[in-house]
């Protein structure tokens, strides 16, 4: 404003606020120590201050690492021995908290009796358990004498078993926690199917059986042979699709007598007996049908 050299518009502004006492002055700069008193003035009660010390400077990479949800959880070992006129055989199944089944199966070849062959099969399961690095264990039998003379419960007068529950009492000493449970032996079909199974077959002594693998088949095995039945069939290409909708619709006598006849039926008929039917079948049968009704495939 103090310039000689003034516009017009800035010269008319002088004269209208010459009336007044108005001084101009240059804007100074905001203080840091401002800023931090009214900070200050205002500080939080749950405030801490940061810590910029790093004492694991060293370390390249930091990360969590989940547990394990099975580290814990007991796993189960069935077992069951099986001593009969063809022989002696031994049975185990362990079990994970997953689910997973560890089958394992021995034939003896020595004399023994019904009861020795019961602590064989636990101790094949037992040591099985310890080569896995097992912590917690629960065993489960359908011998009650094993079972409750390994709890303790029973005396062990049989001079045959009493080496045998001494062995077994040094191997518990590898779990964490280990507990014996009886078990009725209906429960216990797959340990005793593979006792049974050792206990009747013939196996030479160099020979080495792998491992049996069981499956579930849902199906018979003849559904699965789709290309041999393409190759020598001479059904027209409909034919799997009419079959298998009529098996749906429960025709299969009215199918195999006339499949024509039953193609030819009046649509008011056709309806009334898929009224029975699920609504999905009804819509999907009915499509085809029409088709193959409107086409004269037949």
Partial sequence: MESTALNGRMARWQILLSEFDIVYVNQKAVKGSAIADFLASRALEDYEPLNFDFPNEDLMCIATTEEDPQEGHPWKLNFDGASNAMGNGIGAVLVSPSGDHYPFTSKLDFDCTNNMAEYEACIMGI????????????????????????????????????????????????????????????????????????????????????????????????????????????????????????????????????????????????????????????????????ILYSSNVC
């Avoid at 078993?161 to 009492?169: A, G, V």
């Avoid at 042979?225 to 749906?248: A, M, Q, S, T």
């Fill in 127 to 290: 040591r099985a358990a310890i080569e896995r690095k097992i912590n917690v264990l629960e065993v489960y039998g359908d011998s009650a004498l094993v079972i409750y003379q390994l709890k303790g419960e029973w005396e062990t007068r049989d001079p045959k078993l009493i080496n045998y529950r001494r062995l077994i009492l040094e191997l518990i000493k590898e779990f964490d926690d280990i507990v014996f449970y009886y078990l009725p032996r209906e429960e216990n079909q797959m340990a005793d199917a593979l006792a049974t199974l050792a206990s009747m077959i013939k196996v030479n002594q160099p020979e080495d059986v792998k491992p049996i693998q069981m499956s579930i088949y849902e199906t018979p095995a003849h559904c699965y042979n789709l290309e041999e039945e393409e190759e020598n069939d001479d059904h027209p290409w409909y034919h799997d699709i009419l079959r298998y909708r009529c098996y749906i619709l429960g025709h299969q006598q009215e199918y195999s007598r006339s499949p024509k006849r039953m193609l030819g039926k009046k649509k008011g008929a056709f309806k009334k007996s898929v009224q029975r039917n699920s609504r999905c079948d009804i819509w999907g049968t009915y499509s085809l049908l029409s």
